[in-house]
């Protein structure tokens, strides 16, 4: 009887209580989950789909499987060990006499020009022969048209191109690429440029947020320990240059740092130097423009850690008889060191794709992956190597992140 009055009087209409709460979770859960949706999609469409295709075209090229596929088809079957036979010209005839009708024959070279540089000229002509040609021999007659056609090298690349899937562009953002024979090998010395531009990327990413850590802690000390009034004042100072857009912030410094601007005429003033020095348009206009635009990323969350940190723990360790350098480095240093590691890591990986400032401050020999990744896409409409350095800059992006969580652990970041 008692059980039977507990039951009514949590549930007037005869269903049981646990039951009633598990609908009233589930709806709870189908709100926030609608109130998310936007965000779920804005992320899914602006970012996952994107990305996603990007890491595809790194490793996707169809064009040879589409425009000839005669000849991928025929190529199927062959060994690779000598030229092919008669029956593998005839379809190569076919589909160069196809490519020059539909005007296709340029993408066709243009994909081959990637690994063999002046095919592209030579398949060209090829096709525009091959559409007059009526009758066999086929493979003498090919030959003969351009030599290109009697090269072993030619036909291991097309072999490769019955496949959708290619390593090619991954190989060659390492400076690796395919040899006579198919096999790996490094690339010559005037290709192999991609090692270095990686290198290069990681060091002036270091050196950005080393500089900015340097000049950041010290203010975030002072904004976290000054007066309200004084700390609000400064904080303003701090975020000033979000209000101005990156392009005319980097076109400050190129006015600022140039031979004539004000950095060198106060300095020649000041008889610091005697004449000029070369401040823009190398690898210190590029670190000192970055550093500008990259500060308040690596000061804030340090500043936000700083501001929790009581005082009274300081001054308990002076008062146990530490040194103010020994109570700051052994009792306040440790505790900024979650919002240090979140400053850091925000700078970092935001430095590693840097395109504009590098672009418009440093020289020739200070231009980052993403220079590189604008000019595949821009200038040589190659999205494969422009694919093949975004995954792999995206790749390093998530091996730096994933060594931060086993060596601090991703709980630990305190962003504000």
């Known amino acids: 009887m008692a059980t039977t009055a507990v039951r009514s009087t949590g549930s007037p209409k005869g269903m049981p209580l646990h039951l009633k709460l598990r609908r009233v979770e589930r709806r709870q859960k189908l709100k926030a989950f609608i109130l998310v949706l936007p965000l779920l999609l804005f992320i899914l469409i602006g970012f996952v789909l994107p990305i996603g295709r990007m ?3 790194a490793i996707h090229d169809h064009t040879l499987l589409t425009l000839m596929p005669r000849t991928m088809t025929a190529l199927s079957e062959w060994e690779g060990r000598d030229l092919p036979d008669e029956a593998i010209y005839a379809a190569l005839i076919a589909d ?9 024959a340029t993408a066709i070279g243009k994909r081959m020009n990637y690994e063999l540089p002046g095919s592209l000229s030579q398949v060209v002509l090829s096709a525009r022969k091959a559409s007059l040609l009526t009758s066999g021999p086929y493979k003498e007659a090919m030959i003969e048209i351009s030599p290109l056609w009697g090269r072993q090298d030619v036909w291991n690349l097309m072999k490769r191109g019955t496949s959708a899937y290619t390593d090619y562009y991954l190989l060659r953002s390492i ?5 006579p024979d198919s096999q790996i090998v490094a690339s010559p010395p005037e290709n192999a440029i991609f090692r270095g531009v990686f290198l290069r990327t990681l060091s002036i990413s270091i050196s950005v947020t080393a500089v900015t850590l340097l000049l950041g802690f010290p203010v975030a000390y002072l904004l976290a320990t000054l007066p309200s009034r004084s700390s609000n004042l400064l904080m303003i100072m701090v975020v000033l240059p979000f209000w101005t857009s990156l392009l005319v912030r980097t076109i400050a410094w190129v006015v600022l740092l140039q031979q004539h ?3 060198n005429e106060t300095l020649i003033a000041l008889h610091v130097i005697s004449q000029p020095a070369e401040l823009v348009y190398n690898r210190v206009g590029t670190i000192v423009a970055m550093t500008h635009i990259q500060l308040p990323f690596t000061l804030l969350p340090i500043y936000s850690v700083m501001k929790t940190i009581s005082p009274t723990y300081v001054r308990a360790a002076r008062s146990l008889g530490a040194g103010p350098f020994y109570a700051f480095w052994k009792v306040y240093f440790p505790q900024t060191l979650p919002g240090i590691a979140a400053g850091c890591l925000l700078t970092f990986i935001l430095c590693l ?3 504009i400032t590098p672009a418009l401050v440093g020289g020739a020999a200070d231009q980052m992956v993403s220079s590189f990744v604008a000019y595949y896409t821009n200038e040589e409409l190659n999205w494969g190597m422009a694919s093949a350095l975004g995954a792999i800059l995206l790749t390093a992006t998530l091996l730096l992140y994933y060594s931060f969580n086993k060596l601090v652990g991703v709980d630990r970041l305190k962003m504000g």
């Open 175 to 179: 400076d690796y690429q395919y040899g």
């Open 55 to 57: 890491l595809f075209n």
């Open 261 to 263: 601007g004000v950095v």
């Open 353 to 355: 794709g840097y395109y």
């Open 96 to 104: 160069l006499k196809d490519s020059w009708a539909q005007k296709t």
